[in-house]
């Protein structure tokens, strides 16, 4: 694509953020799910992947699908400043998507988690490695979280044990909407770490080449009976 | 003498998330499953008596009087009906109603549906409700919950005869490879012992839930339902069902002190032990004549304790059995075909009967390939109520 003077001037200015090294973490099912940053040529898949949980209102895959698809579309057409996609693929097949922004030196802004597979705490391990990458790659103090379902609030306020920032508002707040913002701090992420994050790295070539290309679900348990190309 | 009774029809829905549906109609679902199971919806008619198994409606959805209303969804009216609670062994406990009516001759045909929706609210509050079941003053109120109460039992029975977390890992990996067969399971994902107790990564994916139980040592929060059709078997109505009836050999009920400290050993199981030997003396068998078991395991602490309690193994052997491969299905004595409630799930209310159907799945041979026990002739069902104080056990017969 030709960067004209009027698509440079609508580009956010980007900052150098360090690369997330590729992980890889066995499933309590025992299948390999290698964690790695997203290329923005795999943008296509990614938006693939999420459409057809578009209207899935259970579990509020709606609104998480929505936003998180235009995350990736803002990402790719460079639209959002210092994004970045973390994927987490088995066998290549993608099982979890996360989007996030690296705002400054010292904040993070989680945007959001989203599980394909479920049963296997994918989207557990995706969100711990979105705040690995926050915290321990990207050096930032503190990183700036949301839910905007239940199993997020749960997963991630209680969990997580957060900080309720709400009442600093609008001093501190999310760029989601005005929900009330937690926050993860470096002193958390110590505390949490040895218990919410793994994985191994690096990752052997052989296991890391089965996620180089990745494949769209064919199917969903979100979405019974629906296949893909049907 | 008493008549004979059997089970001629079953029904069972997928357990899992069902929070987008009514409770009542949850439990209609199973219900109508086992009258097509028994021959046809027609015969809702020929039903004398309707039990319904549920510990708390009132809670969860704020729903009561789920008999009446589920005679009147399913357009059974004027046939008696009332609601069984019995903490999570209601289901249990109404099917020995069921069995009571017909015994006493006050019904032929009897309807034991039984369900729970426990995901309309969230998880830690479901903890909450089915913590009320607990001693007020002695237990709840101290901040105890279920999970909570397992981790100190798993603690002391580790510490008094040398089981270790990986033990109980194998017997989440043997439950979690049975429930992958089985249609109605809730997680139907097998695991591994690498995965969760052996590798690397098994600290964070396996995490602790009331230290030393974990995530894979702990049941889902399901919803669902099951039902069961009981019949006098020398009655002439039982000629209008299709399936031949499976027979209800042996039932016990015994409980034990509500408050867990008043036991001499919080790690005996009284009401187990003492509930299983009525069965068994009811059906004139022993322990060596079980083909195969449902063990109440909401903790896998519980399969391996009840184990112990109804005679399969010794008091602290167990886990030894389990190493060795007894309790698989192949094994000397399969427990939780069905993937027990560790991994096809515990909709409190409608566990009793899910075991039951499972028992009766096995016994006419209808399991899912790669989970039928051989040529089972008894199927015995543990279920427990409060933290081991009320607890049923039936056994079954392939005559």
Not at chain 1, 187 to 201: E, H, M, N
Not at chain 2, 79 to 85: G, K, M, N, S, T
């Amino acid at each position: 694509m030709a960067i004209d003077e009027l698509e440079k001037k609508l580009r956010p200015p980007e900052a150098q953020m360090a690369p997330y090294p590729p992980k890889v973490i066995t499933l309590a099912s025992g299948e390999v799910m290698v964690v790695r940053e997203c290329r923005r040529e795999e943008a296509g898949a990614l938006l693939g992947t999420v459409y057809p949980l578009l209207g899935v209102s259970k579990d509020y895959y709606d609104i998480v699908a929505a936003r998180m698809y235009s995350e990736i579309l803002g990402w790719f057409r460079y639209r959002v400043a210092n994004e970045f996609v973390i994927v987490g693929a088995i066998n290549g097949e993608i099982a979890g998507i996360v989007t996030s922004r690296h705002v400054d030196g010292k904040t993070g802004m989680s945007l959001h988690t989203l599980t394909i597979k479920r049963g296997l705490r994918v989207g557990a391990q995706l969100f711990a490695a979105k705040m690995e990458h926050h915290i321990e790659y990207l050096k930032e103090e503190e990183v700036h979280i949301v839910a905007e379902s239940p199993i997020g609030f749960k997963r991630w306020m209680i969990e997580y044990e957060l900080e309720d920032r709400s009442a600093q508002y609008p001093a501190v707040r999310h760029e989601l909407g005005g929900v009330p913002t937690f926050t993860l701090t470096r002193r958390l992420w110590d505390a949490v770490r040895p218990v919410k994050c793994t994985g191994t790295r690096p990752v052997a070539p052989e296991v890391l080449k089965t996620a180089d290309k990745l494949r769209m679900p064919s199917e969903y348990v979100q979405l019974p009976g629906w296949k893909r190309g049907d | 003498m008493a008549p004979r009774v059997g089970i001629v029809g079953i029904g069972h829905c997928r357990f899992g998330n069902s929070s987008d549906y009514d409770l009542v109609d949850v439990i209609a679902y199973s219900a109508n499953d086992a009258l097509q199971d028994a021959g046809g919806l027609e015969l809702r008619k020929q039903v004398d008596q309707v039990f319904v198994g549920n510990m708390a409606a009132g809670m969860f959805n704020h729903v009561t009087s789920a008999a009446s209303a589920l005679v009147s969804r399913m357009d059974m009216e004027p046939v008696p009906a009332e609601l069984i609670e019995n903490g999570p062994a209601s289901g249990a406990s109404a099917i020995r109603m069921g069995y009571m009516a017909i015994a006493s001759g006050m019904a032929d045909v009897v309807l034991v549906a039984a369900g729970e929706v426990m995901r309309s609210v969230s998880g830690w509050e479901a903890t909450n409700i089915v913590a009320t079941m607990s001693h007020t003053e002695a237990e709840y109120n101290m901040g105890l919950t279920l999970p909570g109460f397992a981790g100190m039992f798993t603690r002391l029975y580790m510490e008094k005869y040398g089981m270790t977390e990986r033990d109980l890992a194998l017997v989440a990996v043997k439950d979690h490879a049975n429930g992958a067969l089985n249609k109605y399971s809730h997680v139907q994902i097998p695991v591994t012992i690498d995965a969760i107790a052996d590798g690397e990564s098994a600290n964070v994916v396996n995490n602790y839930v009331a230290e030393p139980l974990r995530m894979y040592s702990t049941c889902p929060i399901s919803d669902g339902s099951a039902a069961v059709i009981l019949v006098n078997m020398d009655s002439p109505k039982a000629k209008l069902f299709r399936k031949k009836a499976i027979r209800i050999a042996g039932m016990g009920a015994a409980t034990d002190t509500h408050c867990v400290h008043n036991r001499k050993d919080p790690l005996v199981l009284d009401a187990v032990r003492l509930s299983s030997q009525m069965a068994y003396k009811m059906a004139g068998i022993g322990p060596a004549d079980i083909s195969f078991a449902e063990l109440h395991d909401a903790f896998v602490i519980f399969e391996l304790l009840n184990s112990e309690e109804v005679g399969f193994f010794e008091r602290g052997k167990s886990f030894i059995g389990v190493r060795n491969h007894e309790t698989e299905i192949g094994g000397r004595i399969p427990i939780n075909t069905s993937g027990g409630l560790k991994a096809k799930g515990h909709p409190v209310g409608a566990t009793g009967v899910s075991q039951v159907v499972e028992l009766v799945r096995q016994l006419r041979g209808e399991a899912e390939e790669g989970r039928q026990v051989k040529d089972p002739k008894y199927g015995m069902a543990v279920n427990f109520g409060g933290f081991g104080n009320n607890v049923i056990t039936t056994i079954l017969a392939k005559d």
